[in-house]
Structure formats: C-alpha cells, structure tokens
C-alpha cells in the first residue's frame, strides 16, 4: 500500500481553505512531508524546481513556452496565459530561477492564479519568492515534525496492526518525526509480529538510502572532527572539544557534546571500521570514569579482563532496570574467573527474567553448605514461585521475612504475619500486604532501602506497594508507580512485560481498556496466567466472547499462589459467566476481605444489590479499603432506586479514578449527559449497565450519520478534515456501542434514535 497520510488534519484544513483563496507557502525542514502534504490537494498544474534547472530562465516553465519564438517576452507571456485561472502546485520553490519566480510573484500579485508551494526551511529563496510572504500576498506556516501518536498511527497503517510501545518509542526518536527518515527505517527493518503485535527484531534499521542521506550531511567533515562524531557515537556524552565545523551535527547539553541526531550514530558505528571502531572503544575506556559505560567499552573492544569491574556493571544494570545488560555482564564476569559472585547474579537476574529452570540451574551449579542466607533466600523464592516446588523450598533455611512472603502468597497470612515486625522496613511492607489484602491496611508504606547484594530485588519492593494502593483503592498512587517503573524498563525483557501486565490492570481499573488490552498484548509471556485473567476481563468488559482466553488461563493456574484468585475469579465472572457470590463467599473463608468487597460490588455491577448490599454495609465498617464505602453506597442506591445518591456515587468513583464504576453509576442514574461525558471516557466498554445508555460522542455521531447516508471513508474524511484511519477508528467504536456491524444497520439505529429523541 502507499505511504499513509496522517497526522495533519489542521494543516490540510488549511491547504484546502488556501486554494479557495490566493494561496499557501508550506515550509518546513527536509523529509517533514511537505510534498506528501501537497500531493493531498487537487490541482490543474504541479511544477517541480530543481538545482539543476534553477540556472536555466523559466526552466521549469517549459511545457508551457512556445516552440518556435524563443524571445523571453513571448516565453513569459505563453506561461503567464498557460498559468492564468489555474491551480498551481509548485514544490522546492526555493529552488526556482529568477524569471519564473518572478512570473510566479505576478501570477499571485495580480490574483491570476493560485498558487500553493512548498519551501525548505533555512534555504535562501529568489526575492520574489520571499516577497510572496514577506509583503502578505501569500500566508505561510511551518511544517513540524509528527508527533508520537501520528507516527504510531502511520506506522499502523503500513503495518496492518498494533506497535508495541517500545519500538514506537525508538523510532519515533529516531526519526524525530520526520517522514522520509521513518520511511526508509520501516522498508529496511526487520519486523517481527507476537500475539498481533508488531516489534523491530534487531537494531535501528539502516536501508542504502538513509545511510547516503546522513553520508551526505557528514561528507564534509574534515578528518579530525569526523574523529570527534565516532567518539561521540561510542560514547556520548563526551566532555570533547569541536570546532564549528560540527555546527549542525552535535548539540551542547549539560552533561557534555552529544550527537544532535540519533541516526547519526547508528551510520557512524555502522561504517567505522573494525580495527578503528576496537581503537575508539578502548581510548573511551580509558577516559571514563562510569563503571558502567566502561564495562560495556570493554566489553564491546574485547579487552573485559576485570571480572570485578563487570560485576559492578551488570548490578548497576540490573538496578536501572536493563537486565538484559546485566544478564550479558554477569555472563561475561563468570567467564573470566567472577567465580561464585558473578554465578549468584546471573541467577538472580535469570529468577527476575522469569526464567526459573535456568536460573536453579546456575544456583545449583555453585551452591555450598555456607551460602548466605541471602543467597538461600533467593533460591527457595525461585524454587517455590518460579518453579512450584514449594515443600522443597519450605525446607531451606531463609531469612524470615522471605519464608513470610512464601507465606504470605500461598494464603497462610497469619503464619506469616506472626514471623515479621513492624520495625523492620522490609517485613513491614510484607505485614502492608497482609493487611491490605485483610482490609486492615492504614498506611503509610514504609520506605525500604535498598539492598544490592540481592540484585533486582527492589523490583520486589515496587510490586509490593503497588499491589498495598491498588488493592487499597488509591488507583492514582499505585499508577504512578507501575508507570514509572514501566518507563525506566527500556529493554524488551520479562521485567518490562510483568510491569506492563500491571499497568494494564490499573488502566483496567480507570476505564482505559484500549489502553488495557494494548499494554497486554504488547506483553510478552511473562507472568502468562495473570496476563490471561487480565486479558479475558479486559476483553468481556469490552463486549467481546472472551471464553477461550479464559480457558487458557484456567490451564495455567498456578499452585499455591493465593493472591491471584481474585483475578481468578474476576475473569471467570466477567468472561465465563461465574456467580460473583461464589467468589466472594470462596475469598471471605480465606479472610480476604479487600478481594471479598471487590467480588460483591461485581454482583451489584451485574445487578445483584439487593442480595450483598448487607454484607457491603459490614466490610464499610469493618475494613479499611477506601473504595468499600462507595461499594456499600452504590448498593444502597441502586436497592432504593435513588437517582441523587447514583449521581453522588458516580461523582466519588471518578474522584477516586474508577472512571467505569463511575459511568455504571451515572447510567444507572438516569442522567444522561454525566453518563455520556464519563462514557467517552471508558474506550468502547460495554457492560449491562452501559446496555442502555451508551451514547456516541459528538464526532461518531457525525461520522455516523454521514456513513448512514451512503458516503465512503475516504468520502467522510474529506468532508470533516480527517484521516479516513480516524473515520475507521470512529465508525469502529460507534459499531460497538450501538452492537451493529453494517451501514445498514446504522442507519436503521439513527433513524429510531432520531424519532424517539423528536
């Protein structure tokens, strides 16, 4: 298919409101898509100046001069009458040569002709040209750069499916937004597709083309500055001297000289020379001081001879959340003498990337009678978690709060909460979890150093608080978190999946369930039960049949691990039809209270008040959740049929975030302008409570009634100004909310809408 055009709604608005009138001067940097902009525009001429004809009088003018006067006057004349009453689409007009950028100057000064034109920013324009914008014959705007989301979904399109995050992410850095550079890297990567989603496997894609381009902005440098720029590309920041020479190519920032663009230094380490590239690497090393930066130099030039110097890389790695990094550094220490030590760190990197056979096969390798405890610890978590074998795990000796934490997830709270102390910061997060999930939690979550010795394991601490706000009902403070923590997850690794699969649920939660199931789909197989249960929820509460997603998941459920049942349960509910009562009535035997309140405010979600609203009144007075209120209240509400108190109901749900609970409520409500505004909120969620009151927002229903009159895709955006990717988004949703799938039922649908409304 050809090259999308997205992403420039209010600029096209203009080109076309521009050929109604005088006309439009579209500036901007090269590669931004200026012509692309143009080529959108239906015109009776389009002329194209180039360099090399720019030395030629009306050059560009030649299909239009005559054949047998060749005197300049009646050249002029013959395009001046060619031109005249025409619209004229000329691109590079920078490039133009006097005469015909003075013809072009009169054919817009008299309102000859109008004339649209593309220019390249900082190029130096025949005067005439300039005089078009600068005396106000002619508006002109800049063209910028796309932004993430336009790249996305020009990327999308090509593709014919969902971006993972991470690649959207690189190669909108990449190429900056500009179109021809995220042209070339989409036909020279190399895509590879999981679950739907698609992911750049490899490096940032070079194709000849983009290689000659940026070639051609770094021919000009001279020897030693071309020096600089390779140091730069293996190294920035660099604390470097340059001349001026460099202008354009390097940007000064706080922290050093860095390359003012990243596929700078993609082409640079590419086309450096083997022999140079080792050379550069090891004279960086010896310049740093980041254990980090050099262990990877070293690494890299094949002089890593410091096993000790590796090993502080790989845990600063796994500290910032790079373990694939850290998995290479401690592989690498290993192999040259780290012994033990390096052995220890592989593992735990291996029990966090959710490789548990792998990592208790490393443990097992270099285990001793003396291990420290800490090291025992971390086995038996990989041994009891990762690996089910949770009799052997409870024989080894660990440190008390690890064998709570077993505890603690194999649903044996009081066993566990009877071996911490709430002076201790790391037990007292494990008592935060017990009591959150008993409904006793008060807060505040006790801040925990630290511990390098056990690798990533402060990833353990995140988990655990946000699992103490969420599960309290603090759904704004517990998304901060997993967001963050997904963010700083650069890499692609099991990590980044578990955090995505997290911040899906809370996505979940706050009525983003496009936003939900993306985030899951992008996931890799980490964690795949829980991902699964999140996914079949997502996929029910969407309106979707999401009963094989939750067969999958029941074949997975995990031994022991009392903590995921309520997700369990959720999405046997949601998805497979389960009674919410049995749920609760299995979690509240377990005195998991803050799981029992969730489970009955499903059934009052589904219509089953009047049969929990009691039980809900005992957990608000006798658990601490902050949402169990509510849960009582909705109940209450919905049990008297008290239209004021649902409004009130609705209005704390969307304070505290819970934007779906907060729709359910406003619908049930009667108040259907509240129940829209907080609909168009919840991403196509389709629930029995939004059955009856699922409105279109104003756009859909514009697009709606133009598509019900007959009109194409391409035919609607044209009429509103859109991408006719934003029509198929539109129509997309409008179809799942009103439950049809053809024009012909549209119009059937608006037309009984419109008679009840009149």
């Not at 031109?83 to 072009?104: E, K, Q």
């Not at 006719?724 to 129509?731: E, M, P, S, Y």
């Amino acid at each position: 298919m050809g090259w999308p055009f997205v992403g420039r709604d209010a600029e096209l608005a203009a080109v076309r409101r521009a050929v109604r009138g005088a006309g439009l001067i579209v500036a901007g940097p090269a590669g931004v898509g200026k012509t692309r902009l143009l080529d959108e525009v239906t015109c009776e001429v389009r002329l194209r100046a180039t360099a090399a004809m720019s030395e030629i009088p009306l050059g560009v003018m030649a299909p239009f001069l005559p054949l047998a006067d060749l005197s300049p006057l009646a050249m002029l004349t013959a395009a001046r009458t060619a031109l005249r009453g025409r619209v004229v689409v000329v691109d590079d007009v920078h490039l133009l040569d006097d005469a015909s950028a003075g013809l072009l100057h009169q054919l817009v000064h008299h309102r000859e002709a109008v004339v649209v034109a593309t220019l390249r920013s900082g190029e130096r324009a025949p005067e005439p040209v300039v005089a078009l914008w600068k005396d106000e014959l002619l508006p002109r705007i800049e063209l910028g750069p796309l932004g993430r989301t336009a790249v996305v979904e020009v990327l999308e399109t090509v593709l014919g499916g969902v971006l993972d995050s991470v690649t959207a992410d690189r190669l909108w850095t990449a190429s900056a937004g500009n179109m021809l550079l995220l042209r070339e890297m989409h036909f020279a990567a190399q895509w590879v597709t999981h679950g739907g989603v698609w992911s750049l496997d490899g490096p940032l894609p070079l194709s000849p083309r983009l290689v000659e381009l940026i070639e051609a902005h770094l021919a000009a440098v001279p020897a030693e500055e071309r020096r600089v720029l390779e140091l730069l590309a293996f190294g920035e920041p660099l604390d470097l001297a340059a001349s001026e020479a460099l202008d354009g190519l390097v940007t000064v920032t706080d922290d050093g000289l860095r390359l003012a663009h990243p596929l700078y230094g993609e082409v640079l380490r590419a086309q450096c020379p083997p022999l140079r590239k080792r050379n550069h690497q090891r004279h960086l090393a010896s310049l740093l001081d980041d254990p980090l930066r050099v262990a990877v130099l070293r690494l890299d030039s094949g002089t890593a001879d410091d096993p000790a110097l590796l090993l502080t890389a790989a845990n600063i790695a796994s500290a910032t959340g790079g373990v694939v990094l850290a998995e290479r550094l401690a592989r690498a220490a290993w192999s040259i003498g780290g012994g033990v030590q390096a052995a220890r760190l592989l593992a735990f990197v291996l029990l966090f990337t959710d490789r548990p056979e792998e990592a208790e096969e490393v443990f097992a390798m270099v285990a001793t009678d003396d291990d420290p405890i800490e090291v025992r610890t971390m086995r038996a978590m990989n041994l009891g978690w990762g690996l089910g074998r949770s009799d052997e795990a409870a024989e080894m000796d660990v440190m008390p709060a690890a064998r709570a934490v077993l505890l603690f997830f194999a649903g044996k709270y009081d066993e566990a909460r009877a071996l911490l102390s709430e002076s201790d910061p790391a037990e007292a997060s494990i008592l935060a979890m017990i009591d959150v999930v008993q409904g006793q939690y008060t807060g505040p979550f006790p801040v925990v150093p630290p511990k390098p010795e056990v690798g990533p394991g402060a990833e353990m601490n995140e988990f655990s608080e946000v699992f103490v706000h969420f599960l309290h009902g603090d759904l704004a403070r517990a998304e901060r978190l997993a967001v963050r923590a997904l963010r700083e997850k650069a890499e692609w690794d099991s990590m980044r999946s578990v955090w995505g699969v997290s911040c899906a649920g809370l996505a979940r939660a706050g009525g983003r369930l496009l936003e939900a199931r993306r985030l899951l789909r992008e996931s890799r197989p980490a964690q795949p039960f829980v991902r699964l249960c999140e996914l079949a929820q997502v996929e029910a509460l969407l309106g979707n049949d999401a009963r094989e997603v939750l067969a999958e998941a029941e074949k997975l459920v995990p031994q022991g691990m009392r903590v995921y049942r309520h997700g369990l349960w959720a999405a046997r509910i949601w998805a497979g039809g389960a009674s919410p009562l049995d749920g609760a009535a299995e979690v509240r035997a377990h005195g998991e209270f803050a799981a029992e309140a969730l489970l009955l405010h499903d059934a009052v979600r589904l219509g089953r008040a009047a049969e929990v609203v009691e039980r809900l009144r005992e957990l608000a007075s006798s658990t601490t959740g902050l949402l169990v209120p509510v849960f009582a209240a909705h109940a209450e509400a919905l049990v008297r049929n008290d239209s004021a108190e649902l409004e009130a109901v609705a209005a704390r749900f969307e304070e505290a975030g819970f934007m779906l609970f907060a729709a359910e409520a406003a619908a049930e409500s009667g108040n259907r302008a509240l129940a829209g505004r907080l609909i168009a909120l919840c991403e196509g969620a389709r629930t029995p409570a939004l059955a009856t009151l699922t409105p279109l927002t104003p756009r859909e229903r514009e697009v709606a009634v133009l598509a019900a009159r007959g009109l194409t895709n391409k035919e609607i955006a044209s009429s509103l100004v859109i991408s006719v990717r934003t029509v198929d988004n539109h129509l997309s949703n409008t179809y799942a909310k009103l439950g049809i799938t053809t024009r012909g039922e549209l119009a059937l649908v608006l037309t009984d809408d419109a008679g009840a409304r009149g």
